[in-house]
């Protein structure tokens, strides 16, 4: 009797261990198949600061969303099952929502358990930042504040992607000039202004700031980076005629400020992930 | 369970032995003595929408107490770490040799849900935490009730290929440098859907809990969920379990019905057990359902060594 029991368990184990390696199969065969529909995919969407190589990303992040409960300004956002492989992964929309450093501190990178946002080179960069600071002005002024002066060079040291710009449809290209709000009624994305005429800590609703420029330089003026990451660039013409358009730099860290506030419609700016160039 | 089965069961009891038999009334009278009681299955049910609650709140209202969701989290500024996940990454690096995601806090969280999990029981966090839990807990009512109309047919499988999808899931990572379970993870997609809001994968729950319910009673849990199978690994030993006492059983059997694991109940079948007390082994949720159901208080929660103490 007992042995016709271990019999017949040992059968029905071997008749539904059969089923278990066949689903384990099925579901290897589906996210090989998935994997190569993603990869296009994957790269398009823009990871948060400090992000690691996509290769190692998509599994070091393990999708808790500390980094979307951390963002200040709601920049981060988890990706939906129609990004196959990549679901439950950080991405940010700079169009929607972009990421202008309003925590100063790289707080999405901080916060990863697993470093798929890395938070080494920002730390060392901070560092190093302070040490060449110290070098410079041995005897710091009463304005001296070491968190900026870090804060500065972490913001400097992202490298999310680069701002590539279309000149068919940008408006300092064409020689417009801008009056008004930059972005269609009802949008919700904010951002914190570099421009020190309107210093505020905190941010601010895009369609809040009302612009009025000759020529269009939003991109430029609203950089959260500065100079070393996008200009205006003259540039004369065979004819003698000059033009003006914005240039993108090394220093640009992708954070896509200027595709949020760019008053083209579609955007004239997309970031671009350096994986992809 | 293997070596106690090798050992001689104690000779079944007599008549005159049974619990009812003491109390000089009839077996059926004796089970109508004991109101229904859900004292445990409300205690814990309690815990698991609060904790899951306040993991919706840390981030709806920002107050920060339990961030992050069930895959990985922060509670009280201390990091907590999913342990399959954490396996699949120690065995991806393993493979790929990048080590930088296992940071200081990602040790950190691993570690703490161990002790933590081997303190309480291992799979307690199945019956205590899990939302998919909650929801094929509920839903199972419905199943019974279509059986018992004989509207559908139970079917039952092999309790060991649990360990077959473990190693299969933990293979599949490896070969495909891919969190390949999270994707299909009930856990982490519901603890996300309630803390960030929907999406278009709660079609693969709803479509798990329609299988259980017309086909196979706790499917996932019971036969798939490698997330339940490390737990189970980690409560091996663990000293909080359910204890079983012989001399109080009536063998009806019923806790064996309530139960999600009926086999690690084994012990209550008339002529089964070994010993005069057994304890619960590693399968078991901790869920306290065998409990709440006992007439004969023949189950009870202990901690293993406390006894004698008290």
């Keep these: 009797m007992k042995k016709s029991d271990s019999e017949i368990n040992r059968r029905q184990f071997l008749k539904n261990g059969a089923f278990a390696v066949a689903a384990i199969g099925a579901v290897g065969v589906g996210v090989n198949y998935l994997r190569k529909l993603n990869e296009e995919n994957a790269l398009t969407l823009l990871r948060p600061p400090g992000a690691i190589l996509e290769d190692e990303f998509i599994y070091a992040c393990i999708k808790c969303g500390l980094c979307v409960q951390i963002c200040p300004i709601e920049a981060v956002k988890l990706a939906g099952i129609s990004d196959g492989l990549s679901y439950g992964t950080p991405y940010i929309d700079p169009l929607a929502q972009a990421c202008d450093f309003s925590c100063d501190a790289m707080q999405c990178v901080e916060t990863c358990p697993t470093a798929a946002l890395d938070f080494i080179p920002f730390k060392k960069a901070g560092e190093d930042a302070l040490v060449e600071y110290q070098k410079a002005n041995p005897t710091p002024g009463p304005d001296y504040n070491p968190f900026i002066v870090q804060s500065q060079s972490m913001k400097a040291t992202t490298k999310m992607g680069i701002a590539v710009i279309d000149h068919s449809t940008c408006l300092a290209r064409n020689g417009k000039g801008f009056k008004g709000s930059p972005r269609e009624d009802g949008f919700k994305g904010i951002y914190r202004s570099p421009n020190p005429k309107r210093e505020e800590r905190k941010a601010s609703p895009v369609n809040d700031h009302i612009f009025n420029r000759e020529l269009c330089d939003l991109c430029v003026t609203e950089c959260p980076i500065g100079e070393i990451a996008i200009i205006m660039e003259e540039k004369i013409r065979g004819n003698g005629e000059s033009i003006w358009r914005p240039m993108v730099l090394e220093g640009c860290t992708g954070c896509g400020v200027c595709v949020m506030v760019c008053p083209s419609t579609p955007s004239s700016i997309i970031i671009e992930k350096l994986e992809m160039i | ?310």
């Design chain 2, 1 to 310: 369970m293997i070596n106690l089965k090798k050992l001689t069961p104690i000779p079944a009891k007599r008549r005159e032995e049974m619990p009812n038999s003491k109390l000089g009334i009839t077996f059926k009278e004796w089970k109508a003595s004991k109101p229904n009681k859900h004292k445990w299955r409300n205690i814990r049910w309690g815990v698991l929408l609060f904790f899951n609650f306040l993991f919706w709140a840390s981030f709806a209202f920002d107050i920060g107490v339990l961030e992050g969701s069930l895959s990985g989290s922060r509670f009280l500024g201390i990091y907590l770490m999913d342990p399959f996940n954490a396996l699949q990454e120690m065995f991806i690096g393993s493979r790929t040799g990048y080590f930088a995601m296992l940071t200081m806090n990602f040790f950190i969280g691993f570690f703490i849900i161990l002790i933590f999990y081997f303190l309480l029981g291992g799979r307690t966090f199945c019956s205590w935490l899990c939302p998919y839990h909650f929801l094929a807990e509920n839903t199972e009512k419905l199943h019974n009730y279509l059986v018992k109309k004989k509207k559908i047919k139970e079917h039952t499988y092999s309790i060991g290929i649990k360990y077959i999808f473990w190693a299969g899931f933990l293979l599949l990572a490896i070969l495909t440098k891919n969190l390949v379970f999270e994707n299909l993870n009930p856990v982490g997609i519901i603890s996300r859907a309630l803390i960030y809001g929907p999406g278009l994968i709660l079609l693969w729950i709803v479509v798990l809990l329609l299988f259980e319910i017309v086909y196979s009673k706790r499917f996932w849990c019971r036969y798939v969920c490698p997330i339940g199978v490390t737990y189970s690994f980690i409560g091996k030993l663990s000293p909080t379990t359910i204890k079983f006492d012989l001399t109080k059983c009536g063998h009806c059997r019923d806790c064996q019905d309530v139960c999600l694991v009926p086999h690690e109940l084994w012990f209550v079948k008339r002529g089964e057990a070994t010993k005069e007390i057994h304890f619960a082994g590693a399968d078991c949720t901790r869920c306290g359902l065998c409990v709440d159901i006992c007439y004969g208080d023949a189950l009870s929660y202990s901690i293993r060594g406390f006894d004698k103490i008290t």
